[in-house]
């Protein structure tokens, strides 16, 4: 069991830093204006649609779900409900681990940076922004993942719906990710990035969890 779970955490540290290595990339090709501020410009000065009235309403809610308070309310409301069921503070400490990771982690290269959004109309680091990396995408995969891993592995989720809830964050990710594209709220660049530093943290922090197990899990 031991062995098992040193393999475990041996290959999630690697999955972990492929992933922050693939955002190093992304930051070293933002802070050398390297090719991928081609496809920043692009999306940017494309057209972009406005929204009126009910769609408007329906767009910013999609955008929403990128939001710190709203991920944050809905972990905190999971990991107390699944604590308070199976009797156990881990569900509430993962949940705080999260989310303070995300805060110094995500917040802490956000300061670094400082690049400028893409509706001022011009791209500049250092400018007190605060667009790179995006923290709606790192919220959707990071928290809402940590919130369907908690479900798996507390209520009886068998494999299949596992992946299922898999593939609901990753597709609720991309759509927060699209629809900052379509608003022009971020450039693609800190979207992707975003994406990368989001999913690392989340591979880190259920490699955590998995290689201290409890009683209280049951998979």
Known sequence: MIATRHRQMRRALKWSAGLFAGYLFVTYQVISFGFIIKID???SEADHPHFKGLSS???RRLDD?????????????IAIYISRRFKT????????????????VVGGFKYALGRTK?????????AGGMSYPSGHASNAIFIWGVIAYLIYRYA????????????????????????????N??????????????????VLIIAIDRYFPSDSQFH
């Open 65 to 77: 779900l990128g939001l710190r308070s709203v991920s944050g309310i809905a972990l905190a409301i």
């Open 41 to 43: 410009r692009f999306f």
């Open 185 to 202: 709220t971020h450039w693609f660049s800190d979207l992707f990035g975003g994406l990368l530093l989001g999913g690392a943290l989340l």
């Open 118 to 126: 893409p509706r001022v109309g011009f791209d500049v680091l250092h």
């Open 156 to 183: 009886h989720v068998n494999r299949y719906r596992g992946r299922l809830a898999s593939a609901g964050v990753a597709a609720l990710a991309f759509t927060v990710c699209a629809v900052s594209l379509i608003r």
């Open 57 to 59: 309403f329906m767009v």
């Open 89 to 104: 503070w881990r569900p509430i400490n993962l949940g705080l681990l999260a989310f303070i990771t995300l805060n110094i």
